[in-house]
Structures are given as C-alpha cells and as structure tokens.
C-alpha cells in the first residue's frame, strides 16, 4: 500500500526557535498534501491543503506566516512552524493523497510529536 | 454548518460485537471514511463507503445510509488490540475531509 513518511517523530525545541517538519509519499505522486493538528483526545484539526506547485491553502484561523507550507514536489511537503511557542505545541500529522487510481483515501505520515519548552 | 457526531466514548467486552455510528451534515457528500487512530498514533484507514449498503472486510463492517446520513462501524469478535479511537470522516464537495470528534474504544477482559 501507499506509504508516507514524516521526519523528525519527535522534536524538542526552544521557544522562539523554527522547527521543520518533512512530509514525503514513499511510493506514489501526491498531488495534494494536507496538514494536520492534534491536541490530545481530540479529533483532527485540519491546517492546511497543500497541492503541488501552488500556495496552501489554509484553514480559519491557522496563521499563514506562522505556519509556513511547501509543497515542491509531488513527493515532499514540508511545515515550518516559525517563532514556536508552548502554545505550538502538539501532534502534527501529515497525509497525502493520490488521485491516480481515482480513489480519495488519504494516506497518513506517523505523526511529529513537537514540544516546545 | 458541516457537523459529524460519533460518541464520545464506547465500552465493551472481549469477543463481544460492537457497532459505532456516526452522523453527518455536510455539504455534498463524496464518501464516509473510517479510520482507526491507537493513542500516539496516526490515523490508520479502515474503510470507504460511497453507496449505501454494507461492506464488509474480515472482523470490521461498514455501513451506509445517504439518505439518513447515517453510518455505522461494527466490530466483531473483539480483541484488546481493537481499543483505540475510531474516526469517521465525511468527504465533502470540495473533496475536502470533514471529520468526527472519534470514539474512544475500551475493550475489557
């Protein structure tokens, strides 16, 4: 099945400090990447929609220049959260989706648990 | 507004069956997805239905109604591995995910 990976799993950080998280699909073309947050016992919070080659587009109230999104190939999707706070963070999930089949399913990355002290 | 509700948490025992339902309001409908998350973890895809009816894939079955907009998940012959939380995500008309809260799952012994 299709596969995607998410680098670093873990990240500790200090405040005020960058932190970029990768986002690659290991054996298919993902034309749209999205961007997911997770607070603890809560559902997915959806951040941002990223398709190749284009801006993201992000949701209500996620800061666009806080939460910078590459997408500069059809296998690699990268967040940067600048000026991270303890606020920032939280579980982030990315998942790809491949459109080649002409099936909608989502394959997710395993997740970047990110703290920031 | 778009909305989906699941219950918040589920209990039930080993080898039993279990069924989490889930309903949805959404704006167009392209598929309802469900997904198994164990604590920690990313999201892992359980199963797909676009038409109504009953799929079904080994212990796990999924089923739809569009027009009740209304679906289910049913876990058979239960195992402790199967404690987790269960998402249900909705597919809207711009091919956008909608998603559920999710359903803890407690399996006792």
């Known amino acids: 099945g299709a596969v995607v990976s998410q680098h670093p799993s873990r990240v500790i950080c200090k405040s005020g400090t960058s932190v970029k998280i990768e986002c690659r699909s290991l054996d298919f073309q993902a034309t749209t990447m999205f961007w997911y947050r997770q607070f603890p016992k809560k559902s997915l919070m959806l951040m941002a929609t990223?398709?190749?080659?284009?801006?993201?587009?992000?949701e209500q109230g996620v800061e666009k220049d806080k939460f910078l999104i590459n997408h500069a190939s059809l296998t690699l999707s990268t967040l940067t959260v600048t000026s991270a706070h303890p606020e920032d963070s939280s579980f982030y999930i990315c998942s790809a989706r491949d459109l080649a089949g002409g099936f909608y399913e989502q394959y997710f990355g395993p997740g970047t648990r990110l703290t920031v002290t | 507004g778009q909305n989906i509700d699941q219950p918040t948490e589920m209990t039930a025992t080993e080898g039993a069956i279990v069924q989490i339902n889930c309903t949805y309001q959404?704006?167009?409908?392209?598929?309802l997805f469900w997904y198994q998350q164990h604590a920690g973890e990313a999201p892992t895809f359980l199963s797909y239905?676009?038409l109504d009816g009953l799929e079904e894939k080994g212990r796990f079955s999924s089923f739809l109604s569009r027009s009740k907009g209304y679906s289910y998940l049913l876990l058979k012959e239960l195992q402790m591995k199967d404690s987790a939380s269960y998402l249900c995500?909705?597919?809207?008309?711009?091919?956008?995910?909608?998603w559920g809260a999710g359903t803890k799952l407690i399996i006792k012994p």
């Open positions: 995500a909705v597919m809207d008309s711009n091919y956008q995910l909608i």
């Open positions: 959404t704006s167009g409908f392209n598929g």
């Open positions: 239905n676009v």
């Open positions: 990223s398709n190749e080659g284009s801006k993201a587009t992000y």
